[in-house]
Every structure is written in C-alpha cells, then in structure tokens.
C-alpha cells in the first residue's frame, strides 16, 4: 500500500525547547488511514495536521468506541531517529482493537507510517535530556448511526508532539493517594486495553486526589480492593524486604512496555524481582517494618515516576526520605540511555528509522 504524501505550506515555528511540558504542541503533519467492511483498511496518507470534520452522530462522540496508544522517537548521539520497541506498542493496539471491537490492522504497515511520519518530521524531535517527540497513534469509530453496535467504520490516525517531562515533579518523588472507593479496572473489564473509556473514568479519583495535596492516585482491585494494580496511568513497583515487587497482569492492568522493559533489566541485574498480587496492607506493614525501601510509578510518558508518600485511610507513610531511589534511578539512567542511544542495547529493543 503507498502512502500518499500532502506537505504542508505554512510549516509552524517549533517551540521552546525549554518550555515543552507534556503534549501541548503538535507538528505540522499527521497520518490518516480509513477503514470500511468493503475496502478495508484503505487510502493511507500523511497530510497537514489540522482539524477533523465529524458528523455529530460519530459512534466515538457517543459510546466511546475509541483505542490509543503511546510512544516516543529520540535522537542519537550522531542525529539519528530512534524508536523504543515500537511493535509492542502495534501489538497492544491490536489486542486493545479486538476488546473494543475494532477490525485488526497490518501492524507492519502501520509501523511503516509512523516511521514515515517521524522522519518526515525529525526536525520536531528535542534533543535536550528528558525531552522526546511522543507519537499518539489512536482509532476512533466513525459511524453516523445512534444505535450501540460496533462501528463499521473508523479512522486511524497518528499524531506527533514535542514533549518533556510529563510530570511537573519531574524526578522528584511525588504524593499519591491510595484510592479506597473508586476503582480503574476490574476483572472481565478493559483495563488490559488502552480504551479511551479507562481514562474518562479515572479522572473523578484523580481530582479528588489533586484536591487532597496528592498528585496522583494508587489504583486497587475492583473487586477487594486491597490489591495494587496501578498508580495513575502507569505501572508500578515497590522494593520490599530487598526484592522488587510489581502486580502480576490480569486483565485490570495495562501490560506497560516500560514495566516489561524494567522486568527484564532488573532480572538481567540479578535483582530478585517477582510478578504477584501485592496487598496495599503488606505495603503499610513493610514500611513499619523497614523494608520499604523504594517506589515508583513507570509508562513511556514519565519513564519512571518515584512514590515519596502514600495516602491510605487517613494513614500517611513516607518512602525513600523525599529523595529518588537507588535502583529507581538506575532504572531511569538505564533505560534512557538505551532510548536515546547513549548505551548499549542489549535487549535489540531499539529501532533506527532511517531519514
Ligand atoms: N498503565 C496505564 C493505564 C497506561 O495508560 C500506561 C501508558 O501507556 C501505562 C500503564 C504504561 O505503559 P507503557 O510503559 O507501555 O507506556
Ligand atoms: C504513559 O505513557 O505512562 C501514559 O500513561 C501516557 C498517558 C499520557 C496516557
């Protein structure tokens, strides 16, 4: 399939290097890929980024049928356009289609595209530490039809903004809040998926915990809720009792491809590291006990995010004494360095995209 090619003729200024912050700028190009029961996925392009034209009966406006995914392209030491283990982000989208009903797409193509894109737009990529050009591929319904039934037809697009941290804190450990009430996810649900819906959902949490001084929330299970899945949208992890414990996947929890890249360093470290249900009261208990020694959050966008308190039932722990932990650091400097192509790639997990 070609890839139709319109460039803009009133290319943007970039902007502030220094002055990012998360998503607030956009490039000058996007991609565009339609998909209908007859032809498929069809008429692939890469046209000015602009505005959509919606009908106001569009099945994503109503019901939510709508998937997104989220990924980063760095700079090399010599200029070069690197990509972080992009196919697993193809194949979660893929796996987040099948929940929601959206027809599968040929991931090998659809990498093509944003390769395609990405280079066309390898100027937009900042080049400071910490900053990346995060690229947004999402799926929306299209139908104009009111009735609740899968779409027939949909529109896959990929958008590109110039980012720095995600977080305000950036590096610095952050308060969170230990949701007792609200729940993200529960069994049989779409967590596992990167379902527009999941996001909706979490923000009455998120602004309860904000208003409480928190900065984001820890997730527990739907159904006991007494079992950690995950803090804010990302994964997480604690260092207990001096083993690395993460909450083992179901289908509640987002399976991060940060979260999977720090399982396979830490287990490359020789670091004791297991995948289990972690109860928020083992966590309490540890910290009286002293075991507690670090926790962090993780995704593409924060990369690593530390914990330095948690909030639960009136109960308040500190973690790590306001500072980033050992091994979260490590993570962090490790896994940058392999994105950006400062170190060496062990694991094959980065891909050159050639310009
Ligand atoms: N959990 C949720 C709910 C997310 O939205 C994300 C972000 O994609 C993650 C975890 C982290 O996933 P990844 O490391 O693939 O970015
Ligand atoms: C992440 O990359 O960790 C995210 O959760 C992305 C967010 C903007 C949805």
Redesign the pocket.
């Known amino acids: 399939m070609e890839i139709t090619l319109v460039k803009t003729t009133t290319p943007k200024p970039k902007p502030d290097p220094a002055k990012l912050g998360?998503?607030r700028f956009f490039t000058d190009h996007m991609f565009v890929w339609d998909y209908n029961p007859e032809q498929g996925w069809h008429d692939p392009r890469i046209v000015p980024y602009g505005p959509l034209e919606l009908d106001p009966a569009s099945a994503v406006l109503h019901y939510g049928q709508a998937v997104?995914e989220?990924m980063k392209a760095y700079r090399g030491p010599q200029g070069e356009v690197l990509l972080f283990r992009p196919e697993q982000n193809m194949a979660r989208l893929n796996r987040s289609n099948a929940r929601m009903s959206i027809p599968q797409f040929d991931e090998e193509f659809a990498l093509r595209a944003i390769k395609e894109l990405v280079a066309l737009e390898r100027e937009w990529i900042p080049t400071a530490p910490g900053t990346a050009l995060?690229i947004?591929p999402f799926i929306i319904a299209t139908d104009n039809v009111l009735g609740v039934r899968p779409s027939a037809t949909y529109r896959f697009m990929v958008i590109l903004s110039p980012v720095g941290a995600?977080y305000e804190e950036g590096l610095n450990p952050v308060s969170i809040y230990v949701e007792p009430h609200y729940v993200r996810a529960v069994r049989g649900g779409t967590g596992f998926a990167?379902a527009a819906g999941n996001?909706a959902g979490s923000l009455l949490a998120q602004k309860n915990a904000v208003a409480k001084g928190h900065s984001q929330v820890l997730w527990l299970d739907g159904i006991e809720r007494k079992y950690v899945e995950e803090v804010?949208?990302?994964?997480v992890f604690f260092s207990i009792g001096g083993q690395m414990v993460t909450p083992d996947l179901g289908d509640s929890i987002?399976p991060?491809v940060?979260r999977d890249s720090i399982l396979q360093l830490l287990r490359s470290w020789n670091v004791p590291t297991v995948e289990r249900r972690l109860s928020v009261e083992e966590i309490f208990q540890a910290h009286a006990e002293g075991t507690l020694v670090e926790a962090f959050?993780?995704?593409?966008?924060?990369v690593v995010s530390p914990i330095g308190r948690l909030e639960y039932q009136g109960r308040l722990i500190e973690i790590g004494g306001g500072k980033i932990g050992e091994l979260t650091q490590k993570l962090y400097d490790t896994l940058t360095g392999i994105q950006t192509g400062r170190l060496p790639d062990p694991f094959g997990w980065v891909v050159r995209v050639d310009v």
């Not at 804010?232 to 994964?235: E, P, Q, V």
């Open positions: 998360f998503g997104f989220g995060y947004r995600y990167k996001y804010g949208a990302m994964n987002l991060g940060t959050g993780c995704g593409t966008a924060a």
